[in-house]
Every structure is written in C-alpha cells, then in structure tokens.
C-alpha cells in the first residue's frame, strides 16, 4: 500500500511513495521558479527508496548557488517536472507537490527564499520562513 501517488500531465510517468512525506517547503528561489514555470515551487521531501517510478523521465543537471549538483527529472512527453535531487542530501527525493494525487496531504511546513520572491505572492504568516535553504 502507498501513501500518496501521483503522475505528470500526460500520464506517462507516475510513481507509489511508500513513505510519509518527512517535510513540505515552499521554495521561492529563482532555480524553483524558472524550473516549474510557477511563482515558487512546492516539494516534498522523501526517502529515495520509498519511491517506485513507472515510466521513462529525462532529466537536467545544474549546479547550485551553495555549489551542489542539483538533478531535475521530469516527463519527455508533456514536460511536467516531477522529481528532485541534491547532490549533497543522498537517498533523499524532492516531489513536485503538483504532481501529487491526494491534496490533501500537501501541507507545507515553511517558505524558503523569502527574500527571492516574487513581491506579489502572498504568504501564509503563520508558516515558518528562512531566507535561504535550512
Ligand atoms: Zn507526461
Ligand atoms: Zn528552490
């Protein structure tokens, strides 16, 4: 039985995570927006083996500000990006939240890169916030 699951635009690519989500940021840095088209990016973090893909994915390498390999799976077919990995947090993936079937599990704990914003994104105040990654 999984805990949550979810799939890209087309369908294409899905995935079965075995695993409760371990944390739920916000992210409002600029690598987060120009990857998901979006005014921030919303990830849940889980352990690498708790996740079964089915489906092929393409992915994009980058290096980020803190000079980590950042690694971006998403869908060849429709675009829709799905996964995330940093070189320096092994055996941990990052789901794109919108990717996600049960929305009602999508509960974010904090918003990051407060100061990378878009000014007009409006922030739930009772939410933690850090100006940069914990
Ligand atoms: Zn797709
Ligand atoms: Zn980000």
């Known amino acids: 039985m999984s805990v949550f699951s979810g799939k890209c635009l087309c369908g294409n690519v899905s995935y079965q995570c075995h ?3 371990k944390a739920i940021f916000n992210c409002h840095c600029e690598d987060c927006r120009r990857a998901t088209g979006s005014v921030f990016g ?3 973090f ?11 994915v393409s992915s994009y390498s980058h290096i980020s500000d ?3 390999t950042m690694t971006k799976r998403f869908c060849p077919n429709c675009g829709s990006l799905l996964f ?5 947090k092994p055996n941990v993936v990052s ?6 079937d049960q929305l009602a599990l999508i509960k974010p704990q904090i918003n990051l890169f407060m100061d990378k914003k878009v000014p007009s994104t409006s922030i739930d105040e009772n939410l933690k916030q850090a100006s940069r990654m914990p």
């Open 66 to 68: 803190s000079g980590s």
């Open 46 to 56: 889980v352990p690498e083996t708790k996740v079964e893909i089915s489906g092929k």
């Open 42 to 44: 919303t990830n849940l």
């Open 19 to 21: 695993s409760e989500p």
């Open 95 to 100: 789901i794109r939240a919108g990717t996600v």
């Open 84 to 88: 995330g990995s940093n070189s320096a």
